[in-house]
């Protein structure tokens, strides 16, 4: 049975017609239960707002290449975090699986296979947490394996089974303090390549509002592995200043695969050699967004600049 697909939309239009194209791609989405969430305005929404939250619901209530689509819209505000919790609860009580997708991820022709694949695949085993379709294009030095584990999680395009959602921690708090308390703050962090224990304290400071950093957490301390394609199924469109939680720019360009994915590592442990060298990427990643920050801030004026640094 094929697992039921869930995409979150809001207030893009162009994005969400997008995603359906690249879903209409796959062959396996015909016959999938689609279940479109679509969130209401806020209450301040302005008029612009409001015209392009009409215009993404014309294009969901107008797609009509699917057989068992299910559309719901609020007439409230969610946010994404509370639409996606809530929405991946209802759909995994109801299936006890399900593929995530929000409304600036393109799928590759060849995704739901992916996914329904490791589903299947590793249903029976709770040492797999989640399935990911996205992989950053890192440098490997020696063969690439098709298909790798992590004690990680992407957000971009993922899927997992009831089982696993039903330990998803939604207290920031819990999370931080248990990875604290198990002195595991570097690992979860990747050598201290990236920020993530800083979005756990951010999401508690309520800086943020981010549902996958308190997932990728759950999966972290509950020592499950994602699997990861060498290359990806999917490419994020959204880092075209149009959405609520992205930005302008993807400092570096993908690897897409351009066939199927069809081999599943049994051992299940995590690839460690890749998890150096995604170190190594991050810590790349991190100097060019410090450079770019940097130049953005000298392209400022002179008072300008002197906020950014008071701040």
């Keep these: 049975m094929l697992a039921p697909i869930c995409l979150f939309v809001f207030n893009r239009p162009l994005h969400t017609k997008k995603v359906l194209d690249s879903l209409f791609t796959n062959k396996e989405a015909k016959d999938s239960v689609i279940y479109i969430f ?22 969901i209530n107008n797609e009509n290449r699917f057989q068992n689509l299910k559309i719901f819209e609020s007439k409230y505000n969610f946010g994404l975090a509370n639409s996606i919790i809530k929405g991946v609860t209802e759909v995994c009580n109801l299936y006890g699986n399900v593929i995530v997708l929000e409304d600036d991820i393109i799928l590759s022709p060849y995704c739901l296979k992916y996914f329904n694949d490791a589903l299947e695949f590793y249903k029976n085993s709770n040492k797999i947490g989640a399935i990911c379709a996205y992989s950053y294009p890192f440098k490997y030095d020696s063969e690439m394996p098709e298909t790798y584990f992590l004690n990680y999680n992407s957000c971009w395009g993922w899927a997992t089974w009831k089982r696993s959602w039903d330990n998803f921690e939604h207290d920031s708090i819990k999370l931080y303090n248990a990875i604290k308390q198990n002195k595991s703050i570097s690992k979860f962090d990747f050598d201290d390549s990236c920020n993530h224990m800083e979005m756990l304290k951010d999401h508690i400071l309520r800086k943020n509002n981010s549902w996958a950093i308190r997932w990728a957490a759950t999966l972290f301390l509950n020592g499950q592995l994602s699997l990861f394609p060498a290359k990806s199924l999917v490419e994020n469109i959204g880092f075209d200043g149009s959405g609520v939680h992205s930005s302008n720019s993807l400092p570096y360009t993908i690897n897409k695969a351009n066939n199927f ?19 190594v990427f991050f810590r790349k990643i991190r100097k060019l967004n410090k450079i770019t920050r940097i130049k953005r801030i000298l392209s400022y004026s002179p008072m300008k600049i002197l906020s950014k640094i008071i701040k």
């Excluded at 209401?40 to 015209?51: H, Q, T």
């Design 261 to 279: 994915v069809s081999f599943f590592p049994n051992l299940e442990i995590e690839n460690i050699i890749i998890r150096k060298s995604l170190v």
């Design 38 to 59: 679509s969130d209401g305005p806020p209450e301040d929404a302005s008029i612009e707002i409001l015209e392009s939250i009409n215009l993404t619901r014309q294009i």
